[in-house]
């Protein structure tokens, strides 16, 4: 029977893999990898980076394949369909390399960032897979560092306060409105900078009671980190986000924006 690993690698940093991480990885016959193209090109490099890191050069066998374009411009009604699309376009792909890369007994393994369990959608396509029933195999999961923790930790703080909840959402989730009952919340790759409406209505209001603290790349040598109250600091993230994106063709960030009490 194949066996796959499915390997959270943290934000980017190979310091980050835990030992259970590396003792996966050491007992691998086939990473698997998708290529998302030229401008994304240093994701995968980073990949092979951790590799390097953790295994004897030339001991691992890589094995990638392009990643499937998503419909980014569906919106609203249309977004769950074409994440859908996009999922099952990967499941083919996921399917072919299982079966024609990994003998009946080997080990293969998915490198995710941060952890599995976390905004990723390799074990939702994995079990796509198997439901297909082209191939067969088992699979575990090896827990990860998360953005979000890698986020707090570099920004030294806390992603909860005492008797106080805390929320992951995303940018579109947040342009909706800030979540009720919560204080404390983890916005993922945002790419309209929801932040920014709120900036606009503390500094219109001149409230100072929303503080923000924003990471880009973290766990990588183009890490940015930013934070402080939000009035202040939004701008500074817009135009150093411009600036990166402009730079490297593609960003990957997080932030958590934090209400104090009276801000309500």
Same mark, same amino acid.
């Given at each position: 029977?194949?066996? /796959?690993?499915?390997?959270? /690698?943290?934000? +980017?940093?190979?310091?980050?893999?835990?030992?259970?991480?590396?003792k996966?990885? *050491?007992?691998?016959?086939?990473?698997f990898l998708?290529?998302?193209?030229?401008?994304?090109?240093d994701? $995968? =490099?980073?990949? *092979?980076d951790i590799?390097?890191?953790?295994?004897?050069e030339?001991? #691992?066998r890589?094995v990638?394949?392009?990643?499937p374009?998503r419909?980014?411009?569906?919106?609203g009604?249309a977004y769950?369909?074409?994440?859908?699309?996009?999922? @099952?376009?990967?499941?083919?792909?996921?399917?072919?390399l299982?079966? !024609?890369?990994?003998? %009946?007994?080997?080990?293969?393994?998915f490198l995710?960032?941060?952890?599995?369990?976390? #905004?990723?959608?390799?074990?939702a396509?994995?079990? %796509?897979?198997?439901?297909?029933?082209?191939?067969?195999?088992?699979?575990?999961?090896v827990? +990860?560092? @998360?953005s979000?923790?890698? &986020?707090?930790?570099?920004?030294? $703080?806390?992603?909860t306060r005492?008797a106080?909840?805390?929320?992951?959402? $995303?940018?579109?989730?947040?342009? !909706?409105?800030?979540?009720?009952?919560?204080?404390?919340?983890?916005?993922? &790759?945002d790419?309209q =900078?929801t932040? *920014?409406? #709120?900036?606009e !209505?503390?500094?219109a209001?001149g409230r100072?009671?929303m503080?923000?603290?924003?990471?880009?790349? /973290?766990g990588?040598?183009? %890490?940015?980190?930013?934070?402080?109250?939000?009035? !202040?600091?939004?701008?500074? /993230?817009?135009?150093l986000r411009?600036?990166?994106r402009e730079?490297?063709g593609?960003?990957?960030?997080t932030?958590?924006l *934090?209400?104090?009490?009276?801000?309500?």
């Amino acid at each position: 029977m194949r066996k /796959i690993h499915v390997i959270g /690698i943290g934000a +980017g940093d190979p310091d980050q893999l835990t030992l259970q991480a590396v003792k996966a990885l *050491r007992g691998t016959d086939v990473f698997f990898l998708l290529d998302k193209g030229e401008v994304k090109n240093d994701l $995968t =490099q980073l990949r *092979r980076d951790i590799l390097d890191a953790h295994l004897p050069e030339g001991s #691992y066998r890589v094995v990638a394949a392009r990643d499937p374009e998503r419909d980014r411009k569906a919106g609203g009604a249309a977004y769950p369909s074409a994440v859908e699309d996009w999922r @099952s376009a990967r499941a083919g792909i996921y399917a072919r390399l299982i079966a !024609e890369e990994l003998g %009946e007994d080997g080990t293969g393994a998915f490198l995710v960032w941060g952890d599995p369990a976390l #905004y990723d959608s390799t074990l939702a396509i994995l079990e %796509e897979v198997l439901e297909q029933g082209s191939v067969a195999f088992t699979y575990d999961v090896v827990p +990860g560092i @998360s953005s979000v923790s890698a &986020l707090a930790a570099r920004h030294r $703080t806390s992603l909860t306060r005492v008797a106080r909840p805390m929320q992951i959402t $995303t940018g579109r989730r947040l342009a !909706e409105g800030f979540p009720d009952g919560v204080d404390d919340v983890v916005v993922m &790759l945002d790419a309209q =900078q929801t932040f *920014r409406r #709120y900036a606009e !209505e503390a500094g219109a209001e001149g409230r100072d009671g929303m503080d923000i603290y924003w990471g880009a790349y /973290i766990g990588t040598p183009d %890490e940015i980190l930013v934070s402080g109250p939000l009035a !202040e600091a939004g701008p500074r /993230i817009e135009r150093l986000r411009a600036e990166a994106r402009e730079r490297k063709g593609w960003i990957m960030d997080t932030y958590l924006l *934090r209400r104090n009490p009276g801000d309500a």
